[in-house]
């Protein structure tokens, strides 16, 4: 077992793993940067060295075998060990320096991002910045698969032992009008302004559904039954069409929906509805003390739409 496990490299487990992810070859080469002939080649020698099936193979579709299953979760555990290694040294040498892979709610990320990056690439200048945008079920798996090293997200599970949760600021919600609304007059509202409404709301995944269905529990009011939005952009246009109200975060709406004028927005009294975002990342991370340092440094440059926690 020592002679074949020595033959087993970080480059067949990381094609592996590549491909036990996608069930596609060709976006499993896509993802590691390699051609599909070259990973067809390591998962091939992987499979001769252990002497076993690892994947069931058709024209129309991949399959893991029940051992491929089970080295799929222990190729990832060494992959993220191996990261981890890497990180440590890298962050002994310069904190916040080399690749990050940050994960940000598509919510979230294009409104607070431009608050704080400036200042993160003048002050950590030897810092790469990985951004991708997900909803949170995809941020968290990709988190926990090691894909992803930090995750900007609504009101992360502080029950998961295998987190580590810091809450970053409260983002209120705004209410959006539709040009003749019977709100219209108002300044600013309280949640039972909205009694009888029907709010038009975003799909599941993006860490606005739910804070928004509290208000609507809040108010006495109810999902709209026929329309639901994609995106932010979506959900104003919408509203800018007269199919209903809705609600928006405050960061969005000073950054897009407060200089709309086909929209009334309107705030909501203290205490405004909202929703808490934290960044996150696994407890077991070796990166810890840079990531507080991250925490520290978005906190330090929130604009005052937003209430830090």
Not at 15 to 27: I, S
Not at 247 to 254: G, K, Q, R
Not at 273 to 291: H, K, M, N, Q, Y
């Amino acid at each position: 077992m020592p002679i074949i496990l020595a033959m087993i490299t970080l480059r067949h487990l990381q094609c592996f793993a590549a491909v036990a992810e996608t069930l596609h070859f060709r976006k499993a080469a896509e993802r590691i940067h390699i051609s599909q002939p070259a990973l067809s080649a390591q998962i091939a020698q992987l499979e001769e060295i252990l002497g076993a099936l690892l994947l069931e193979r058709s024209r129309r579709r991949v399959l893991l075998t029940p051992l491929g299953r089970d080295l799929a979760e222990r190729a990832n555990a060494i992959l993220r060990s191996v990261a981890d290694l890497e990180e440590l040294a890298q962050g002994a040498k310069t904190p916040l320096s080399g690749m990050l892979r940050l994960g940000v709610l598509r919510t979230l990320g294009p409104y607070l991002l431009p608050h704080f990056l400036p200042e993160m690439r003048r002050m950590y200048p030897d810092l790469r910045l990985y951004l991708r945008e997900e909803p949170e079920d995809r941020l968290l798996s990709e988190l926990a698969a090691g894909q992803l090293d930090l995750v900007l997200m609504a009101s992360a599970p502080r029950d998961d032992r295998h987190l580590s949760v810091t809450p970053l600021f409260r983002e209120p919600l705004w209410a959006a009008l539709p040009l003749g609304h019977r709100l219209r007059a108002k300044t600013s509202l309280t949640p039972p302004d909205l009694a009888g409404e029907s709010l038009i709301l975003l799909e599941q995944g993006d860490g606005l559904r739910e804070p928004a269905l509290a208000l609507c529990h809040a108010a006495g009011c109810r999902e709209h039954p026929d329309f639901r939005a994609t995106s932010l952009d979506t959900l104003r246009q919408m509203v800018a069409t007269g199919l209903g109200a809705s609600c928006l975060p405050a960061l969005y709406v000073d950054a897009e929906a407060l200089v709309d004028e086909q929209i009334v927005m309107r705030p909501f009294q203290s205490p405004a509805p909202g929703r808490c975002i934290d960044l996150v990342w696994r407890r077991t991370s070796v990166r810890a003390p840079e990531f507080r340092l991250f925490a520290d440094l978005v906190k330090s440059h929130l604009p005052d739409v937003v209430d830090a926690l």
